[in-house]
Structures are given as structure tokens and as C-alpha cells.
């Protein structure tokens, strides 16, 4: 059996799959393709754009034999401009030809400037099975650009390719983006944005991990809301809310970066602070609360319960059971007050 000049469109088709299917980043790959629409065609240069519909703008992604011509935001084209054949083909979502590069600004900077331009859309099917475009693969020739309705030429099958490659590229970055917006709302409070508090007691226990090979202090603080529940009662449950959130910004504005903040259930929050400075901090929390008011006008009193490792429990429970211990005194004991739970 013969093999296959190497040079040959079906090889080059083939090579073009590969790369396809190895998937891989998507610049390197449309890269590689729109190298093999020259090998493949006989185009003395090739670029794709890819469709940002948000933006309204087709952007160059890649391209091959551009020589020095941008291929970023700047080389990118408006779709309201109706002059670039990039756009109409987008627009129409048919394959068109122009004769020469007056039309195609991306190939202005070639020398010898291309006799014949062809731009083909690229249309992949999304997951309810409906047509997208996806962008557009421009190729430029010396001569005259292949018929626009002869599909059985090989740059319609590279074309195809890289539209697959853009579309595999896009849904993965969905499905990256899906799993990190599933992660946050496992890891925080749906109505403040802060830890929730199951992460609030995993970074507690990282903390406490990191004091004890370090020996030094950890502080944790507890902060509650004076009279929330009457709140509650008083100015309904909206009200309570817009407290909630209020605190939790101001506390997110008090703490520092190496503190980890969190809401713990209901009108407790946590602080974790590195070191043995969680009075200051939370002095400088309850300072800064004694401005709020609800949307009644009432004042907002904060309590807070510190306790600080090892001295108040070597462990998070031990921790968190002095710190809410601790806040039941403070409770007892009267509003906007701070108090130690160490012995």
C-alpha cells in the first residue's frame, strides 16, 4: 500500500484532528490549524477571529504568515462595521471572497498584498443542538480565492475543525466556571458573602495547626447582635437582614488580611486573628458599630466573646465552646461589651 504524500491535503486534514481532539490550549491550537490552512490550500496567510458578542467585536485569536501584524484586541473589528469582509461572512453566516486586501484590514500590512480573500463562519452546534457561530477564518492567496461554493475544498473541513475547537474551548471554560460558582456557594453565606461556617472552622483548624508549630497565640472573637430578635419582631425580617449585611461589611473592612472573618448562624459572626491581638480588633469592631442603626433608626449594639489559644482550648471545639460560653456572659451581662473568656 502507497503511503500518503506528505504533503498531501488528507494528511494535512488528518494532523488537523489530531490537534482537535488532543484539545490543549486554544491559542496554540487555532495557531497550528491556521498553519495547516496554508499547507493544506496554498493560502499565503490565515487568521481566525473569534466572536465576542457581548463586546460586539470579532477579535483575532490566531493566525499563520501575518508576519508582523497584531493578532490581539487592537487588530479587531466592530460587528457594525459593514466594510470588513470578517463581518459580513459573521453576520451572514455564509462563506464569501473579496478581491484583494481592501476589505480585510487584518491583511493591509502583507507585501505582496493577496490577490483573493475568502472568509468562512464558524458555526458549531451548542448543547441544545442549535447552530452558533462561533467566529471567522479568514485566508488570504496570491491568486484567486477557492469558489466559495465548492465545499469539498480542504478549508472548508479546517474551518469546521476550528470552530470545534472553539466551541470545546468555550464549554470547558463554562464548566470551569460552573465548578468555581459550585465551590463559593459551598464555602459561603449566601446573604453576607462571607465564610459560611463550616469553612470558618476548617480555616480555625489550619490556624490552630500553624500556631502550634509556630508557638505563638491564636485570638478567635464572636460577635452577636444586641436585641436582633426583637429586632426581628419590631421591624420585620427584612430589616434584620439589612443589619446582618451591614455588619458583616464593617467587619470586613476592620479586620485585617491575615484574619478570617465569618458568619456563623443566625446574628453570630467569627473572627480568627492570627497572634493575641483579638481585643483590639474587636474594640475597634465594636467602636465602628456604634454608628449603626436599623432601617427604623434603633441603634445597633455588637457584643463580642474573645478567647485565644491554647489558654481558652487546644482544640476548634474547645475553642468555639469557650468563645460561645463566653458570649452567653456578655449576653447576661449587658449590650455593647467585650469580654475574655480565659480564665
Not at 484539545?23 to 493560502?43: K, Q
Amino acid at each position: 500500500m502507497r503511503l500518503m504524500d506528505r504533503s498531501s491535503p488528507q494528511l494535512t486534514l488528518l494532523e488537523a484532528a489530531r490537534i482537535v481532539a488532543r484539545g490543549g490550549g486554544l491559542e496554540s491550537g487555532l495557531a497550528a490549524l491556521t498553519g495547516h490552512v496554508r499547507s493544506a490550500t496554498g493560502a499565503i496567510a490565515a487568521v481566525v477571529y473569534l466572536l465576542d458578542p457581548v463586546a460586539g467585536r470579532l477579535v483575532p485569536a490566531a493566525g499563520a504568515g501575518m508576519g508582523t501584524a497584531p493578532l490581539d484586541d487592537s487588530a479587531s473589528v466592530a460587528l457594525s462595521d459593514p466594510a470588513e469582509l470578517a463581518v459580513r461572512v459573521a453576520t451572514e453566516r455564509r462563506p464569501m471572497t473579496a478581491s484583494g486586501g481592501s476589505r480585510t484590514s487584518i491583511f493591509e500590512a502583507l507585501s505582496p498584498p493577496p490577490h483573493g480573500v475568502i472568509g468562512l463562519p464558524l458555526i458549531a452546534a451548542d448543547a441544545s443542538g442549535a447552530e452558533e457561530v462561533e467566529g471567522v477564518l479568514l485566508a488570504a492567496f496570491a491568486g484567486e480565492a477557492p469558489d466559495p461554493e465548492i465545499t469539498e475544498d480542504p478549508l472548508f473541513a479546517l474551518a469546521d475543525l476550528c470552530a470545534v475547537a472553539i466551541r470545546q474551548a468555550r464549554l470547558t471554560h463554562a464548566l470551569v466556571e460552573r465548578s468555581e460558582w459550585i465551590e463559593r456557594l459551598a464555602s459561603t453565606d449566601a446573604l453576607t458573602g462571607l465564610a459560611n461556617r463550616a469553612t470558618f472552622e476548617r480555616m480555625l483548624e489550619l490556624e490552630i495547626a500553624r500556631a502550634t508549630r509556630q508557638q505563638v497565640q491564636l485570638s478567635v472573637v464572636v460577635f452577636d447582635v444586641e436585641g436582633f430578635s426583637e429586632l426581628n419582631t419590631r421591624e420585620g425580617a427584612a430589616a434584620g437582614d439589612d443589619v446582618l449585611r451591614r455588619l458583616a461589611s464593617l467587619l470586613a473592612d476592620q479586620v485585617r488580611l491575615v484574619d478570617t472573618i465569618g458568619r456563623l448562624g443566625g446574628d453570630e459572626f467569627g473572627l480568627i486573628a492570627p497572634g493575641g491581638g483579638g481585643s483590639v480588633v474587636a474594640g475597634r469592631v465594636r467602636d465602628a458599630a456604634s454608628v449603626l442603626r436599623s432601617r427604623g433608626g434603633a441603634p445597633v449594639g455588637v457584643r463580642a466573646a474573645i478567647v485565644v489559644f491554647p489558654q481558652d482550648g487546644g482544640s476548634s471545639s474547645e475553642l468555639m465552646a469557650a468563645a460561645s460560653a463566653a458570649l452567653g456572659e456578655q449576653r447576661r451581662g449587658g449590650r455593647d461589651s467585650v469580654a475574655s473568656g480565659a480564665n
